[in-house]
Structures are given as structure tokens and as C-alpha cells.
């Protein structure tokens, strides 16, 4: 049974709305986390919260819980009681998106032993000057692939010796997902526009209230 989620996609106007907005919210989340040309990790949970943000624009405050206690990961936010992660990658491929952050290579282990798929996804391709997308992952697409293929094929965890930063879904099960008949998908071309940003301004304005 797909979630609610599936509503996004099939409503015409807030398509449209995706498709011109998105780049542009994205683009300001880049600039804000942006300090002498490059982009900060903090840029993640800015787009996060614009994914959050339009699942409230669309469905309403209280359908969407954010207060998401940090003991239940992969979970970014529920909508109507469901869990639902949100992830975001940059770039042409499906590569190096995470299932969870950790630098310990033990509990990496661990976490490849005992996962498995229990929310649905919502994935953004940002591929700058070209086409990338917004997709909306079932959790039983989830389930259904990582039952055919097993977690050795579905999960990716960092090389030994290496510095690892999370273990990741493998980029050979995510195109997979992202094509399943399932799956929805709204292509977005993720053109830049000129906007002049000065990241002090708002905080300035504040400063000058009486």
C-alpha cells in the first residue's frame, strides 16, 4: 500500500511548484551554509527542513511530527504517523548516499547485520545545470529488492583503513529502486539563478528593531 506521499506527485500544480522552486530553495540552503565558496555540512538539514516544509505546506502541521528523538535512525520525520526518511544527494549517479552516519567501523557492522528497510524515502538528485529529480521510494520497493539481492548487494559499508563517514545503500540497489514501477519521480532541471544573498542581513534587521 503506498503512503500519502504518493499525493505530492500526482498533484499537477504543486509539480509545477516543485519543479520552479526547489532549485532555488536549494540553491539559498547552499549559500547559507557557504563560507569563502564552500558549502558546509550544515547544508543537509537546510534541505531537509525544505523537504519537511513542503510536507507541511501540502498536508498540514499537524500531520507532520518533526520532533524525531536521534535513537531512531534513518527517520527524519513522520507524516500522518509514518515514518519517512529524507535524503538528498549531488551529482549524475545514485552513489554515496548513507543509511547511517557513524565513524566506528564495528557499529557499521552491526548495523549491516540488523537492517533492514522500514520507512519510505524521499530522494533528491541535485545535479546543477542539468537534470536530476525528487523520488519517492516505497518502503516495500525497499523491501522487495533487499529481499532479492541480500544486504551484502543493498548495503555498502566504508573500506577498512579508511575514515568512514556512514555506511551507505549501494549506488547498483538505488538505480534499481529509483526505476522500480513503484517509485515516483518528478524530473527537475536544476538551473541557478542570480540572487543577490548577504547572509548578514536578516540578523542586521534584527539588530536594528527598536
Not at 539559498?28 to 538539514?45: P, Q, T
Not at 513542503?54 to 518533526?66: A, M, N, P, Q, R
Not at 518502503?139 to 566504508?158: C, M, N, S, V
Request: charged share 30%.
Amino acid at each position: 500500500m503506498l503512503s500519502r506521499l504518493v499525493k505530492i506527485f500526482e498533484d499537477r500544480k504543486l509539480v509545477e511548484k516543485i519543479e520552479k522552486r526547489l532549485p532555488y530553495l536549494f540553491q539559498l540552503a547552499e549559500l547559507e551554509s557557504s563560507r569563502a565558496g564552500k558549502i558546509g555540512m550544515e547544508v543537509g538539514s537546510l534541505r531537509e527542513r525544505i523537504i519537511v516544509a513542503l510536507l507541511i505546506y501540502k498536508f498540514g502541521g499537524d500531520s507532520v511530527e518533526t520532533e524525531i528523538p536521534i535513537t531512531e535512525p534513518e527517520v527524519d520525520v513522520r507524516l500522518f504517523g509514518e515514518p519517512v526518511s529524507i535524503k538528498t544527494l549531488t551529482g549524475k549517479g545514485f552513489s554515496g548516499v548513507k543509511l547511517i552516519w557513524t565513524v566506528d567501523a564495528q557499529k557499521a557492522k552491526e548495523f549491516q547485520e540488523t537492517y533492514s528497510p522500514h520507512c519510505d524515502i524521499l530522494l533528491v538528485q541535485i545535479n546543477w545545470n542539468n537534470k536530476g529529480g525528487f523520488y519517492y521510494i516505497p518502503l516495500e520497493t525497499q523491501k522487495r529488492l533487499f529481499d532479492k539481492i541480500g544486504k551484502e548487494k543493498y548495503i555498502r559499508l566504508p573500506k577498512p583503513g579508511t575514515n568512514p563517514r556512514g555506511v551507505e545503500i549501494t549506488k547498483e540497489a538505488l538505480e534499481v529502486l529509483v526505476k522500480d514501477r513503484e517509485s515516483k519521480v518528478i524530473e527537475i532541471y536544476w538551473q541557478k539563478a542570480k540572487i543577490d544573498y548577504n547572509p548578514y542581513k536578516r540578523w542586521v534587521d534584527y539588530w536594528e528593531e527598536d
